[in-house]
Every structure is written in C-alpha cells, then in structure tokens.
Nanobody, 125 residues
Framework: QVQLVESGGRLVQAGGSLRLSCAASKLTFSAYVMGWFRRAPGKEREFVAGISWGLGMTAYGDAMSGRFTISADNAKNTVDLQMSNLEPEDTAVYYC??????????????????WGQGIQVTVSS
C-alpha cells in the first residue's frame, strides 16, 4: 500500500524559511503526480504545489508562486517543498498527496488518490 510521510514542520518566524519533505513508498514517481496541499484553521484544503516527474512540470497555487518551490528526488522517492519568506497566513497543516497518472497536475483534493497524515507548520508574526 502506498504510504506518504511528511517531515520538517515546525514553528518559524515570519520572513523565515522552511523545507518540508515527503517520503513515498510503494509508488513509482514517473507514474504519479506528487502534490502538496494545506489546510489552515477554518478553511478548506488548498493546493500548494504539484510536480509531474513524467512531464517535467511543476505548478503552484496562486498564493505561493515565487515563495515556494517543489522538487522531487526520483532515486530517494522524496518530494520536498521549500518555503521562503513565510507569512503568518501560511500557518496550516501541510499534506503530501499522490495522484495516479502524470498527464496533468491536479489542483483539487479529489483528484489525488493517496494522502499523508499531515504536518503542522506555524508561522509566528
């Protein structure tokens, strides 16, 4: 069974940087799109970034472009999310997700088939 495990979440000050990592097991990156979502208190799950190893493409949510960078290491089966210039509004539980197929990068949670447990990121002002 596919497993996704997030790591790297912590408390960080506004303006700081943080790198989240997702370790994936029992899936082949070339056959999946890997994504990051987040859920802030009182809000719906929001698309943060996605990467298609097969297409060689990335996509970002509107609030993240330029501050966040997604990358994948096919050899290690890890997907990282580098976040910089963090704002208190970035406080959320961040989830790693996997979407079967690599022909497009889905932006909706329902398009993803597997999810990690989530990890808390808190940005203090």
């Amino acid at each position: 069974q596919v497993q996704l495990v997030e790591s790297g979440g912590r408390l960080v000050q506004a303006g700081g940087s943080l790198r989240l990592s997702c370790a994936a097991s029992k899936l082949t990156f070339s056959a999946y799109v890997m994504g990051w979502f987040r859920r802030a208190p009182g809000k719906e799950r929001e698309f943060v970034a996605g990467i298609s190893w097969g297409l060689g493409m990335t996509a970002y949510g509107d609030a993240m472009s330029g501050r966040f960078t997604i990358s994948a290491d096919n050899a290690k089966n890890t997907v990282d999310l580098q976040m910089s210039n963090l704002e208190p509004e970035d406080t959320a539980v961040y989830y790693c997700a996997a979407q079967r197929g690599s022909f497009y990068i889905g932006r909706g949670p329902s398009e993803y088939d597997y999810w990690g447990q989530g990890i808390q990121v808190t940005v203090s002002s």
